[in-house]
């Protein structure tokens, strides 16, 4: 039975790698360096295990990893990472032989979705998703690009396989290596996956966790546990376990989100530019990205602002809006906070109406009846005129019964008025 390593010692291989990663890019070109593949499959059922490491006791292989009846050196010790200069790790997809029910944007969200997984993790590797592959029509190894796409004629996921992950790794020297990095990794599901949202995601989380160096686990509970049942979507684990998560730190050095601080509540005026501001300190003083989206209320055009910062002109109606703001370190990982923007009514106006006749004024934004409030004139009898763009007044009548005398208005305001909005108008 195979015994997970103690952390000490992998402490200090640890530290022996950083010192010999050091001597190769000095002497680089004197060290030949190996490339092999490494291909790991995913398939349907709950009695796949079929490398001969079964046992009772939790263990989560690594991707370079001798599997019975494999020797060193294209496997083994030094466990196979990606070089930091690699970190995180950029994949892409491509579309081509999805299967029927999948639409593109869900596959592309489910790709993000799977990511999160790991890059949530506070490991010093993190997973970048960049979308379609850029160039190219289908996904090839050896091409020096990490891609996700689905089987085609090359048949490479087959039998009760749902997906693979195909591998390469270098290392160096050729005998007894002292490096073993990832160079490549490409991800193929199968075509016919069937109709289960959640257990395609699973699967997804599941390759990419071969795709920054895990093998499979013999715990069933892990999300690299090497089967499922897509038939009962409580199989297809949705996140890697504590076990993993910790694994993953082995593997690579604990790596700590940032600590995100923002404005936890805002009030604004109607139609008034608002700025929100977010603050990130990395532990490990890496640079952090920030990524703002609304998540309810009107839709306003958040425009970016200096770091952190971002900036919109408030609804001119009375609103709740809600925003979500996420910085992510240099791996990714992610720290988020939710801000609530409340927009009230001003109600006020600049200057004052006469009390007989015409008068000019600006409003400062709000809804029609916080109009006819804001300038204390009575309803029966007050009128407001704006000029519309071609030169016409448009007319509002707080007191009218008919309705079409306001459609004009209502339609050029329809969810109240901006703040700084030019008005005549007639009290009595
Ligand atoms: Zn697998």
């Known amino acids: 039975m195979t015994t997970p390593r103690p952390l000490l010692l992998r402490g200090f291989r640890l530290a022996v790698l950083l010192a010999v990663c050091a001597l190769t890019v000095v002497v680089t070109d004197r060290i030949p360096v190996v490339t092999g593949n490494l291909a790991h499959v995913y398939s349907l059922g709950e009695d796949v295990l079929t490398n001969g490491k079964l046992t009772t006791q939790e263990l989560i292989g690594l991707i370079g990893d001798c599997e019975v009846p494999e020797l060193p050196p294209h496997c083994g010790d030094p466990p196979a990472r990606w070089s930091t200069a690699e970190r995180p790790v950029a994949i892409c997809t491509f579309q081509s032989g999805r299967p029927p029910w999948l639409a593109e944007a869900q596959f592309r969200q489910m790709v993000v979705d799977a990511a999160a997984q790991w890059n949530d993790a506070e490991a010093a590797i993190g997973i970048r998703y960049n979308g379609d592959c850029a160039s190219g029509a289908r996904w090839g190894t050896s091409n020096r690009r990490n891609e996700i796409g689905f089987d085609d004629e090359r048949d490479r996921v087959s039998g009760r396989a749902v997906a693979v992950t195909l591998t390469t790794t270098s290392w160096s020297p050729p005998i007894n290596p002292t490096v073993r990095n990832i160079i490549e990794t490409d991800i193929v599901v199968s075509e016919i996956f069937g ?208 309705s079409s005398v306001n459609a004009a208005w209502l339609a050029k305001f329809p969810g109240g008025l901006p703040a700084g909005t030019p008005l005549l108008g007639r009290c009595r």
């Open 195 to 402: 109709n289960i949202p959640e257990c395609l995601v699973s699967t997804l989380v599941h390759e990419m966790g071969h795709a920054i160096g895990f093998g499979h686990s013999t715990d069933i509970n892990d999300v690299m546990y090497p089967s499922l049942n897509s038939f009962s979507a409580a199989t297809c684990r949705a996140a890697p376990s504590s076990a993993e998560v910790s694994r993953l730190r082995e593997l690579y050095g604990l790596n700590l989100r940032p600590r995100l601080s923002t404005q936890s509540a805002v009030a604004a005026a109607v139609g008034a530019l608002v700025s929100l501001n977010a603050l990130a300190v990395d532990p490990e003083n890496e640079a952090v990205t920030y990524e703002w989206i609304q998540t309810s209320g009107p839709a306003v055009a958040l425009q970016p602002g200096s770091t952190g910062q971002v900036n919109f002109t408030a609804p001119v109606s009375v609103s709740i809006l809600e925003f979500r703001v996420t910085a992510r370190d240099r791996y990714l990982h992610p720290a988020s906070a939710t801000v609530r923007v409340t927009v009230t009514g001003v109600g006020t106006i600049s200057g004052t109406l006469p009390q007989s006749g015409l008068g000019l004024f600006v409003f400062n934004g709000g809804t029609s009846d916080q109009l006819l409030a804001a300038a204390a004139c009575p309803q029966s009898t007050a009128v407001f005129w704006s000029l519309d763009a071609d030169g016409q007044f448009v007319a509002y009548v707080p007191g009218t019964t008919v």
